[in-house]
């Protein structure tokens, strides 16, 4: 069996396919799709086309139900076989994909397998290769039998009868076997490679530490460009950084050391959740985090939610945190006409309204910057030397008198 590779970036077309289900709006379908647009371009794909279905739940066998399968067939077809493939925004489950598969007989992806194919392409180090490998065997294994499905087709006897084993299970069960082994290779080799990490985190001192974290995209690597004045690659694709990046820094001669963490992002595979907890044991071990916020994107309140929630799963506690609305100087807003009486929405909404919100009970514990701009980032340094030098306090109070007499 071949060695699971990343996948070359190379401009292909394909479709898009969400459901409108009773827990979220029509509004809040297309933004799904927008992400999972942004997705696909991340990964190299042009979407030409998007399909939704309204339903309570997925269909069990075709996700989208028969009549819109064969919707989509029909375009597909029409298109002279220009459509590489179709991507479904949620994760499929086997028998789903092997239905679908079966009807629109191109390349089908779900929301999931894409953003393994974007880790595996972004993966530098050895360390995340590691754990993107681990992902991919971890999503394949299910999933394993329809691969197989050409060679059940020649398993029947000519008088008309079924063996019940033939060359597409044998071949199946290796392919399990070889894949489980692989999977307890690929763990043994990450638990080494944490062995690593950890001591290296062990001999850091007693420097506090600090965490950027967000959803994807918010910015995250540009301010720490800005505050540790080193180069650390960002790019406005998805998931531009997948290595945790460490480096200690200094405002007013307090040093503290600042990492930078992989995004986040809705409905985040499992797979890849479990493969990089060793990763995030940066934001496990912080003792204060900085959540940087993409303020000018319309559902940023949406995006809080999902960071903090997978926080609380990865550290299964509330750490000290500050909020760092980012990116200002792309804030825009719709000014309604005096005579509309729709509710206000937050397209219609004033940056100074937003800040009197409920973001006003945030006090002392929030800022508004542009990075990309460097806007009240001396502000942000004042914050974070304020929130650093209190918890250094904390640890060492004899520190404290230096503080007050030398101004360190």
Known sequence: MKEIIPTETKTETAVLVGLITSGQRESQSKEYLDELEFLATTAGIRSIRRFTQKTETPHPVTFVGSGKLQEIKTFVEDENNSIRMVIFDDELTPKQLRNIESVLKIKIMDRTSLILDIFASRAQTAHSKIQVELAQYNYMLPRLKRLWTHLERQSGSGSGGFRMRGPGETQLE????????????????????????????????????????????????????????????????????????????????????????????????????????????????????????????????????????????ITGETKPNIIVFNKIDAFTFIEKDSDDLTPLTRENITLDELKQSWISRLNENCVFISAREKQNIEELKEMLYSKVREIHIQRFPYNDFLFQHYEI
């Open 174 to 313: 290796t392919d399990k076997r070889i894949i489980l082994e692989k999977i307890s290779r690929l763990k043994a080799d990450l638990k080494e490679i944490d062995k690593q990490q950890f001591t290296q985190r062990q001999n850091r001192g007693k420097l506090v530490r600090v965490a950027l974290v967000g959803y994807t995209n918010a910015g995250k690597s540009t301010l720490m460009t800005l505050l540790t004045k080193s180069e650390v690659f960002a790019e406005n694709k998805l998931f531009a950084t997948l290595d945790t990046t460490v480096r200690k820094t200094t405002i007013d001669n307090l040093a503290f050391l600042l990492s930078d963490t992989v995004g986040f992002i809705r409905k985040l595979p499992a797979e890849l959740i479990e493969s990089f907890k060793s990763t995030l044991d940066e934001v496990r071990e912080a003792d204060l985090l900085v959540h940087v916020v993409d303020i000018s994107h319309h559902s940023f309140e949406e995006h809080i939610e999902v960071v903090s929630k997978t926080l609380t799963d």
